[in-house]
């Protein structure tokens, strides 16, 4: 394995060259999300991820999909909160050809009206089927509250009313603005080469501003609220503040959460799961970005048994302030996301996902070393106060 890092005007790109494999990992990704846009723009970055799709000046958007498929692999796009990428698992011969359009879709973006108005509809469908996903809308519902005010706590998905509002000439002037005011990060993996990926890089134009709107620290609110949405059983959702992606206390946010309800073994899912038999599966996961962060816990019971499933989680949760974890339970989690780091060391798309966010957040990459190290040297005291720190704040969201 070969990691390479280069620095250009117009770019970042970051390979990690494995010659002796058949396939190659490929993404580009932009600084460009529900953070940066602006009232009038909710959903505008989402609904550009699929306009690009439909065609260039050189390709129609048959013409895309079909060199798309003849490629084989796994060719995807997903636009967050900061993040748009645009990514795919290809033959290795394919790499160059693929970054190609990805490039082209961007910069030689031929959308027309009709594209524009099938699109709309599609994005339209895709928020309408929120109300079928109760877990999903919940999320975003207890982002937008903890959030409030802020542009990254809006739905990514944006509103009716916004994208209604949406006009042809409009989303492509958005479009020129989002590919030319950052650089764009690049990212290879598995059997490519450097100096191919960074020639094919060269048609790429340099930003011709550096400015980032709307990048204010979002200032977290407390909320205990319902949504009212019909569903079968009762949701329940607790969301808790976290650190952002390059702060040192990170692998201690992963450990505590493994060990509150990451895992088979996490003192939710033994207690609600295994003991109490309230819920199928109990949920833990920890978002990170450029200057903050959120903790989820989620899960779904039958209603009757509501007010049990909720007692049952936070009496877990203050025990676990009240006496902190044991050794063990700090051994088995450390293993685990060791585990989880090596495995996904030799998975390209994987590992492709973190070189990105790595170069796009801190500026460098972190070798997998160092970051087993970090989580090495994670203690029970650690564990404990940013689990008490985080609960103290905690906000609470039910739905049905």
């Not at 450990?255 to 088979?264: K, P, S, V």
Request: aromatic share 8%; with cysteine.
């Amino acid at each position: 394995m070969a990691l390479t890092l280069s620095d250009f005007d117009n770019c970042y790109i970051i390979t990690d060259s494995i010659p002796d494999i058949n396939t190659a990992s490929i993404g580009l990704w932009l600084q460009n999300g529900a953070r940066y846009e602006s009232l009038n723009e909710q959903g505008y970055a989402h609904f550009l991820e699929h306009l690009v799709f439909k065609q260039t000046k050189q390709h129609s958007g048959a013409q895309l999909s079909t060199l798309f498929e003849v490629m084989g692999g796994h060719i995807n796009a997903e636009t967050g909160r900061e993040l748009t990428a645009f990514h795919g698992l290809v033959p290795q011969q394919h790499a160059i050809e693929l970054l190609s359009l990805f490039i082209e879709m961007l910069f030689q973006s031929d959308f027309n009206q009709n594209d524009f108005k099938i699109e709309r509809n599609v994005v339209l469908q895709e928020l309408a089927m929120l109300k079928d996903d109760p877990e999903e809308a919940l999320e975003d519902f207890g982002s937008e509250q903890v959030w409030r005010d802020h542009n990254i706590g809006r739905q990514i998905l944006g509103s009716r009313s916004s994208l209604n509002n949406a006009s042809f000439n409009g989303m492509h002037e958005y479009l020129k603005t989002v590919t030319r005011n950052k650089k764009l990060c690049i990212v290879a993996t598995g059997n490519v080469d450097h100096d191919s990926i960074c020639a094919a890089c060269e048609k790429i134009p340099a930003p011709k501003s550096s400015i980032t709107p709307n990048i204010s620290i979002p200032e977290y609110f407390q909320s205990s609220k319902h949504l009212d949405i019909p569903t079968e059983q009762k949701h329940l959702l607790w969301v808790m503040p976290a650190v952002s992606y390059d702060d040192e206390l990170q692998p201690v946010y992963e450990i505590a959460n493994h060990i509150i309800a990451g895992g088979y073994d996490s003192r939710l899912y033994q207690v609600l799961r295994e003991q109490l038999g309230l819920v199928y599966s109990i949920d833990s996961r920890v978002d990170h970005y450029s200057d903050t962060g959120l903790w989820f816990i989620q899960t779904n019971t039958e209603k009757q048994n509501s007010a049990k499933t909720i007692e049952a989680i936070e009496n877990t949760l203050l025990d676990l302030i009240n006496h902190g974890p044991t050794e063990q339970e700090i051994e088995f989690a450390q293993l685990h996301l060791q585990s989880s780091l090596i495995i996904a060391s030799d998975d390209l798309e994987a590992s492709m996902d973190k070189l990105a966010r790595d170069v796009i957040y801190t500026g460098k990459s972190q070798a997998l070393e160092d970051q087993i190290n970090a989580l090495k040297k994670v203690s029970q005291d650690d564990i404990q106060s940013i689990i008490k720190q985080a609960w103290s704040c905690t906000s609470h969201f039910t739905a049905g």
